[in-house]
């Protein structure tokens, strides 16, 4: 009797050994997925911090281009007006010409 119960606890001891092996080999599994984890992580922080990086260059570009292009349209504009004024001018007073002119002609004829 006691040498079955000797025998039954040197089986459980076994048993309770393999479960403790598998049990490590499953932490060094997890560990190794845990390392793996973080450095896809590091890598993804990496890779978004470098693609906030170029989209605040992208999004600093596109704000300069748009104020260069307004600064231009504005130059653009205030030309148009100035000869849309000078022709103005240059029609009233051709216009007015065309009136002495004509009332020469109607008092020479």
């Known amino acids: 009797q006691w040498y079955q ?3 039954a606890i040197t089986a ?3 048993d309770n050994k393999d ?3 598998t049990l490590e080999a499953e932490v060094l599994r ?3 997925a845990l390392k793996d984890a973080n450095g896809a992580k590091e890598s993804f922080e990496d890779e978004n ?3 906030e990086k170029e989209l605040a260059a992208a999004k600093q570009d596109a704000e300069q281009k748009v ?3 307004r600064e231009q349209l504005n130059l653009e ?3 148009a007006k100035t000869a849309a ?3 103005a001018d240059q029609c009233l007073s051709l216009s007015s010409e065309v009136e002495l002119l004509t009332k020469d002609l109607a008092v020479s004829k």
């Open 5 to 7: 119960r000797r025998v």
């Open 85 to 87: 004024k000078t022709a």
């Open 12 to 14: 459980g001891i076994r």
């Open 77 to 79: 504009t205030n030309e």
């Open 19 to 21: 479960q403790l092996e």
């Open 30 to 32: 997890l560990s190794d």
């Open 67 to 69: 104020s260069e292009l």
């Open 49 to 51: 911090e470098e693609l």
